[in-house]
């Protein structure tokens, strides 16, 4: 670890991970942070790079490397594919609480997943509100205090596809259905501990998270989050994911991981953190991932207001349309929110009628929801839907306010079923 105007020599002494048991004060010196935090021997994670077993998967077999050309590092072949950029989960496929990474869906705003290099990879933290300019490697970071938590990824952009069938009226870009999410157990650094030990200067407001994809949108995607949602200590830098280190596809070696806020915000393959006193306006929040149309008057530089906190849905985990056989089966689906799901109902007549679905634990904040019902049908043609409710009291409806690109979509879903 370094900065621009002096060697610390405690932060050489690299300590080990460790949960975050007792918060640092805010006014600790950087020095006082290691100190608290030092430990014996090494986590999984860092024990597995000190070994030199750590790098980014990599082909096992001659298949696999007939793949590498691919835009993806994973199978494609589960996925609803659109364009070289997107793979689109079949939530049919899903039972778990977790998405396993195979079937984890993928957006890129690059041509291609990136492959970083383990050993010259370095974060760099920066801007006119950082009071000392760091550079992190990979090995600094392992060194930090860990945190783990469950939360869903989802792109601001899911059920996008539905906008013209339920509302009429086609909304721009990627047609995605009910796939382009997914669950995970992330692992990495709270951000707010990275920016405390750069030093964050009083008049902070904007933190922008920017990746090392080149060849997206303003040479590297980025996005901005306000100073309260970057020091939320459940915004956290990620370097794994169930249990194992990030895949290219999942932004290795290291991603944002900003839960209950579009998916946009979780930058992959972070490479840099800029601390400014003013709002810094990108594609990505002035014309991209922005809320444009009569319901959302223009912000700052913006063309309408930028898509940031999730919505609450929920949909079945059925093929749509689906054929089911008659008598007593059981349905299920996902509902998720950035609050906790407090309830599912379910009809089956259009929604003129609903039934309560029951929840199945764990219920937690930022992580997805599964419930399931019984239904019993004759023979016939049927149209399934639910709503959910969240703990903020929001409430998914069949309207929506519509907007150009589609963002934050959560109206409620009809779901034609044949039962024969």
């Known amino acids: 670890m370094s900065n621009s105007n002096h060697q610390d020599s405690a932060l050489t002494a690299y300590p080990a991970i460790v949960t975050l048991e007792e918060e640092p004060s805010p006014t600790a010196s950087r020095r006082q942070f290691f100190q ?191 100073l309260d949602k970057a020091l939320d200590p459940d915004t956290i830098l990620a370097y794994a994911m169930n249990g194992q280190p990030l895949p290219p596809d999942h932004g290795f070696p290291l991603r944002a991981i900003v839960p209950g806020w579009v998916g946009s915000s979780s930058i992959k393959w972070l490479g840099k953190i800029q601390v400014s006193s003013e709002t810094l306006w990108s594609h990505n929040n002035n014309t991209s991932y922005v809320l444009i149309g009569d319901d959302y008057p223009p912000e700052g530089e913006a063309e309408g207001q930028a898509a940031t906190l999730q919505s609450v849905k929920s949909s079945l985990t059925l093929p749509r349309p689906a054929e089911l056989s008659a008598g007593p089966q059981m349905l299920r689906g996902y509902a998720h929110s950035p609050y906790k799901i407090i309830q599912v109902e379910w009809s089956d007549d259009n929604g003129h009628s609903w039934q309560p679905a029951t929840l199945i634990d764990p219920i937690m904040r930022y992580a997805w929801t599964r419930f399931e019902f019984p239904w019993n049908p004759s023979p016939g043609r049927y149209t399934l839907m639910t709503r959910a409710t969240d703990g903020a009291g929001r409430t998914q409806s069949k309207s929506i306010p519509f907007n150009e690109k589609g963002y934050l979509g959560n109206m409620i879903l009809p779901h034609e079923v044949t039962v024969t």
């Open 36 to 226: 608290t935090f030092s430990a014996d021997s090494p986590g999984p994670i860092a024990g597995a790079y000190a070994a030199g077993n750590l790098a980014a998967p990599e082909p096992q077999n001659a298949a696999e490397a007939a793949k590498a050309v691919s835009p993806f590092a994973k199978d494609a072949t589960p996925f609803i594919q659109h364009g070289a950029s997107s793979l689109e989960t079949h939530l049919e496929d899903m039972a778990g609480f977790i998405t396993p990474v195979e079937l984890f869906f993928v957006h890129n705003n690059a041509p291609a997943s990136l492959q970083v290099d383990i050993d010259s990879y370095v974060l760099t933290v920066e801007g006119d509100q950082i009071a000392t300019p760091l550079t992190l490697t990979y090995k600094d970071i392992l060194n930090l205090p860990s945190r783990t938590l469950f939360a869903t990824v989802e792109c601001g952009g899911n059920w996008r596809g539905f906008f013209g069938e339920v509302m009429g009226q086609e909304a721009s870009g990627t047609p995605w259905q009910t796939g382009a999410i997914g669950m995970a157990e992330w692992t990495g650094v709270r951000l707010r501990d990275v920016l405390m030990i750069a030093g964050v200067k009083p008049n902070a407001a904007d933190v922008m998270l920017i990746g090392l994809d080149e060849e997206a949108p303003a040479g590297g995607f980025r996005r901005t989050i306000p």
